[in-house]
């Protein structure tokens, strides 16, 4: 039983690590968002912003976008960065990432916004999902 929980707990340890790696790759950039408990900061100059969200699409989930207002931001494009192939982890996690474009022109500082994301598999419907709400916030420099 011991031997079981200890390779329970290496693994969970192990499965961790890309999602961790990818963090802090966002974290050193303001412009991107890994906790989606944090609204995303944007200065009134930027053109973009991205959303890094841990993502597993050997199980059949991915990222949709539910809402989000285009009069402030557009979605320009969505890509899945795998884990690392070296670590050898067959269905490890990767990031699914989320460019937004900044409507600049539409908005005035200060300006709070939502993106509406759900974390689901294709064939279900966003009632029987969590809508995770991401709050976005416009400001000056």
Known sequence: MKKLFVSALALSTVVSLPILAADDKADKNPMQLTDLNKPLQVQAD?????????????????????????????????????????????????VSVWTFKVNDDNMTVPTVSTIKMAYMRPWESTKSTAVKSIRVVFSKK
């Open 46 to 94: 930027q053109d973009e912003v991205t959303l890094r969200l841990p993502a597993n699409r050997t199980t059949g989930f991915s990222w949709y976008l539910v809402g989000v207002d285009r009069e402030v931001l557009s979605p320009e494009k969505m890509s899945y960065e795998a884990p690392n192939a070296k670590n050898g982890l067959v269905g490890a996690p990767g």
